[in-house]
């Protein structure tokens, strides 16, 4: 209970502090107009209140990734919640704030058009393929995981497809609201239906939190406990826990989304509450459900903490039926059911489904964006929208049939990938644009850890090089090598820029 506190204030606190600090840093300038002002189009660029921009934008950004990453990164032990509250304060942050700001500055462009007037063109072109990439690849997660809650709560008609059973009806369902939501003006259907979605997404974490603390704190994790790794299997704690917790402490998804919103703010002092206040808002949640899922499977009596408990929890899932389940999906209804009983279990996992929908829809409306941005279409006419989004529709189908956790696992990665370019992105417009003259390091730092992070993982895990257990050393020094020279190439380009 002490650590879940203390790292809950702490999340607080760094808002009205680091996040001040990000701002003064950018420089904000409230007389400025911005894109919503100057380019209105009554389709993406749509004035709308802060409140409602708020949350729009959590919506957008807590999908599964802060409550089933969060589910992911407790299996690592208590460790998880440093990376949370420290991911969130000084890189999460500081990421979608500068994604949004940028791009507010920058006329509303997407992310890979912010990256490459930063980064050079051959950049911009890679950074479209990779978010485009990212978003199919979360799309197909955010369809999937709410499909497979659903099918727990409906008994509906599935579809078996190798050793996977996939919920058809409920994925053609919520396939048919992400077509829409694609496709209509920003207001019609988001900007309307995104705080209902937000209310009820508040209430599940609330509830969470209050039964946790109020009946079972005694049982909830430490980091006094020790920081050692416990995953189960053979998963360094650096760097597989640093991606397995993505949206809960950063994410290169929340760099498409912030240009969503970024279309819609009337005033660049929104940015703070908006951008870096989102960040916060869904670390909290990742927060509350790293320790639930650390919590709620402790069996004090037979001397099982909630870690190991839910690591044998886990494992009872595995049949031969279902020999890869959705875990998260799991853990997500037995608590929901057992803590806040049934009525409450079900508002509670229909908040928890209703998340990685929205993010889902809009995760396409930030792709049919960056093509049609990439390539200057006209976006007023619903031809030309649907011209760039059936594409869009049909790759994110056809990954439906691949494996759940494969797909995660990839998107996981490319998420942090896209993360360390945002970055890097940010800490050369600070350097050109700052108003502090060494601001520019509250993005150098957590681009190098990033960096870090995942060159280190492409080494390191399953999907990747995979070294064995001996040889990991090996991956760890070429990742140092390839961190230490983008260090090395910036400060170059440093020193040549300011000679």
């Known amino acids: 209970m002490i650590t879940f506190i203390i790292a809950l204030v702490l999340l607080v606190v760094g808002f009205f502090t680091y996040g001040i600090l990000v701002e003064k840093v950018f420089g904000v300038e409230p007389d400025r107009k911005t894109p919503a002002l100057t380019k209105t189009d009554g389709v993406d660029f749509v004035p709308m209140s802060p409140w409602r921009i708020f949350l729009v934008q959590f919506l957008n950004i807590a999908g599964l990734g802060p409550i089933f990453g969060a589910i992911m990164g407790i299996f690592y032990g208590p460790a998880a919640f440093l990376w949370i509250v420290f991911g969130t304060i000084f890189a999460g942050g500081v990421h979608d704030y500068l994604s949004g700001m940028m791009s507010i500055r920058k006329g509303g462009i997407s992310l890979p058009q912010i990256i490459g007037d930063e980064l050079g063109k051959g950049v911009k072109v890679f950074m479209l393929i990779l978010s485009l990439v990212l978003l199919i690849l979360l799309t197909t997660t955010f369809l999937s995981g709410p499909a497979a809650l659903l099918q727990k709560m409906h008994a509906f008609a599935t579809l078996s497809w190798g050793s996977s059973t996939i919920p058809i009806v409920w994925v053609l369902i919520i396939f048919a609201y992400y077509a829409l939501a694609t496709v209509l003006p920003v207001d019609k259907l988001i900007g309307r239906f995104y705080p209902i979605f937000g209310a009820m997404l508040l209430f599940m974490g609330i509830g969470i939190m209050v039964i946790m603390l109020g009946w079972h ?283």
Not at 253 to 267: A, D, K, L
Not at 371 to 377: E, I, R, S
Not at 469 to 477: D, S, T, V
Request: with cysteine.
């Open 217 to 499: 704190s005694s049982e909830m994790p430490e980091v006094f406990d020790g920081l050692a790794n416990r995953h189960n299997k053979d998963y360094p704690l650096f760097p597989m826990m640093f991606v397995s917790i993505a949206c809960g402490a950063i994410s290169g998804f929340h760099g498409t989304q912030s240009p969503i919103m970024s279309r819609c703010c009337t005033n660049e002092r929104q940015g703070r509450w908006i951008f870096y206040g989102a960040m916060v808002a869904e670390g909290i949640l990742a927060l509350i459900w790293a320790a639930a899922a650390g919590t709620f499977f402790a069996n004090p009596e037979a001397g099982v903490d909630g870690i190991a408990g839910l690591q044998e929890y886990a494992a009872s899932l595995k049949t031969p039926e279902m020999p890869k389940p959705n875990t998260p999906a799991f853990v997500i209804d037995v608590i929901s059911r057992n803590w806040l009983g049934t009525v409450g279990g079900i508002l509670a996992i229909i908040g928890v489904i209703a998340a990685p929908i929205t993010s889902g829809d809009t995760a396409l409306r930030s792709a049919r964006l960056i093509v049609a941005d990439f390539l200057h279409l006209d976006q007023r006419p619903i031809p030309k929208r649907l011209v760039i989004a059936v594409p869009l529709f049909l790759c994110v189908f056809g990954m439906v049939f691949v494996d759940f956790e494969v797909v995660w696992r990839y998107f996981a990665w490319t998420n942090q990938t896209l993360a360390v370019f945002t970055l890097w992105a940010g800490t050369i417009w600070l350097f050109k644009n700052g108003s502090y003259r060494y601001g520019y390091l509250i993005a150098l730092i957590p681009a190098l850890f990033m960096t870090m992070v995942c060159s280190s993982y492409i080494f390191i895990a399953e999907e990747g090089i995979n070294l064995a257990h001996e040889l990991r050393w090996i991956g760890y020094a070429v990742a140092g090598v390839i961190t230490l020279c983008c260090l090395c190439g910036f400060m170059f380009w440093a020193s040549k820029r300011n000679s």
